[in-house]
């Protein structure tokens, strides 16, 4: 009988990236890159472990954001012709390296892959929120919200109503897609302050997810630090995250995607192919970009990029089942000595963002699937399971007041407020006073109630705490500045044309066309509590 349980949780999340206005915008292949490299792999674990009798449980957030770009038939487009040029590509690349014998292995590899994930993109005709809608229909997967556009809400907390907002959009779209209400919510950046559990109950959901410190740092400190949740004084239940478990996936000293076998992130055909030859495959202007076609290891650490070898997925594949194996004997180290303590079954919560799954540890998935087996398979002392499973069947907890607190640099909303990007907050905050101002405004007509929702839309799709995180980490930033100028600036034409009453209908119809985001939203939600 297992004496603990282990709860990976993956934050599956993208900002709003859509742009019907151009033919090319570089930042729409975040999404495309994601599907090939993350969610579609995914999805082949899951239907693997399925196949196999492995009665996985498993907890992901899909965040509002990446479900709507998921379903937009124009992202779906674009990434049908975006994963068609990659199948183009290596199939010139398997023909371009007819007497290299490894980088043909690797193209060939390659040209399996892109097979496979467009097998799975016509299974469900694009729709692979449909595809993992099935697995919470099973109880596999327990599917979870965020918030509507990831507002960092600590930040705009003297606003309860842009709060609300956030949280109960979030709710109401999860409920459209998923046809039930969501149990849990990733906070966005994992973000807490004291009073948020009250609207997270008025919302209807039952638990959130904090970093470690939130738990720990609790009123009164809980008995069993992060090992079980803590239920607040409304009854939402507060998860903390494990910062052992975590550290062996997320450090960049120890954590396991350092190994020396895995494929390197930062050598890619787009930069190192012959001008000419990749050009068609690169952006429009010639600038060279990733392609995602990647025939090199991480080698060893301190070596430049040239100096990396030949990656083998299969020495690479070897490597995800150690890693797995050592992943599972250290969570029953970890639940044996836990239940000593505690004299109870501890939960050990490991999440992660999912995007690292594939993406940036191009090996996650396959560590997943092999985790998963292993558990299922080789070892009594734990339980895997989610996050609604845990708390249907272990509904007594200890009461405390969680710490203000968040996830990234010192835990304690640095990395969203700071040098780089306190410049946001102000137009953030008077353009939440004035969204409250509209809220409790009724329509004249037609136009003008199309214009407050879309107002509302401005506002969510600013307050993304992307655009402060990409300032911080200095990547891609004029996009960011860009991007949240854009939506104040709309927001602002909005507000004064619905105060004049003189709605520029043509600009509106434009407007809506691009930030097409939570078409069912209701201004209203913005009314005073």
């Not at 339980?383 to 990234?408: F, I, K």
Request: proline share 5%; glycine share 6%; hydrophobic share 35%.
């Amino acid at each position: 009988m297992a004496i603990g349980y282990v709860a990976l949780v993956l934050h599956a999340h993208l900002p709003f990236v859509r742009h019907p206005e151009s033919d090319y915008v570089l930042e729409e292949e975040w999404l495309f890159e994601a599907i090939t490299e993350t969610y579609i792999p995914l999805l082949h674990v899951f239907d693997g472990l399925k196949r196999d009798g492995v009665d996985f449980k498993l907890t992901m957030s899909m965040t509002p954001p990446l479900v709507s770009m998921l379903r937009d038939p124009l992202l779906q487009e674009r990434y049908d012709e975006h994963l068609s040029k990659l199948e183009e590509l290596i199939e010139k690349e398997i023909e371009h390296n007819e007497h290299n014998g490894h980088i043909r292995y690797l193209a060939e590899f390659y040209a399996s892959e892109f097979s496979k994930v467009r097998e799975t993109w016509e299974q469900y005709d694009g729709d692979l929120v449909t595809a993992f809608k099935q697995y919470l229909d099973s109880n596999n997967l327990e599917i979870i919200t965020c918030g509507a556009t990831h507002g960092y809400l600590p930040l705009m907390k003297m606003y309860p109503q842009a709060v609300w907002a956030q949280i109960q959009v979030a709710c109401e779209h999860y409920e459209e897609t998923f046809g039930r209400p969501a149990k849990g919510i990733w906070l966005p950046e994992c973000a807490y302050y004291e009073g948020l559990e009250r609207m997270l109950a008025d919302a209807g959901l039952r638990y959130f997810l904090t970093d470690g410190h939130g738990i720990l740092y609790a009123r009164p400190r809980p008995r069993f630090g992060t090992y079980a949740p803590i239920f607040t004084e409304t009854g939402v239940a507060a998860f903390g995250r494990d910062h052992e478990s975590s550290q062996q996936v997320w450090s960049s000293e120890v954590g396991y995607p350092g190994a020396a076998e895995y494929r390197e992130f930062y050598k890619d055909l787009g930069w190192e192919a012959d001008y000419e030859y990749i050009k068609p495959y690169i952006m429009p202007n010639g600038q060279r970009k990733n392609i995602g076609i990647k025939y090199h290891k991480i080698t060893g650490r301190g070596l430049g990029l040239g100096d990396k070898a030949l990656y083998d997925p299969y020495w690479a594949r070897e490597k995800t089942a150690e890693h797995a194996a050592n992943f599972m004997f250290n969570r029953e180290r970890q639940a044996e000595h836990l239940h000593y303590i505690m004299q109870r079954p501890p939960i050990i919560v490991s999440p992660y963002d999912a995007e690292l799954f594939g993406h940036w540890w191009y090996e996650g998935p396959w560590f997943i699937d092999y985790l998963f087996r292993k558990s299922w398979y080789d070892q009594g002392t734990y339980e895997m399971t989610h996050l609604a499973d845990y708390l249907r069947n272990n509904s007594t907890q200890q009461v405390c007041r969680p710490s203000q607190s968040s996830w990234g640099y010192k835990g304690f909303h640095e990395y969203w407020l700071n040098e780089t990007n306190a410049w946001i907050y102000p137009h953030l905050h008077k353009a939440a006073e004035r969204m409250i101002e509209l809220g409790s405004l009724e329509p004249a007509d037609e136009l003008e109630w199309r214009a407050l929702n879309q107002a509302a839309r401005e506002l969510l799709l600013a307050q993304s705490s992307d655009w402060a995180f990409i300032m911080r980490t200095g990547t891609m930033v004029p996009y960011a500045v860009r991007r949240t100028r854009s939506h104040l600036m709309r927001f602002d034409k909005l507000y004064y044309d619905i105060k004049m009453g003189k709605i520029d209908s043509g600009w509106l119809e434009k407007v809506q066309k691009i930030d097409n985001i939570f078409p069912s939203i209701n201004y209203r939600v913005y009314r005073p509590l």
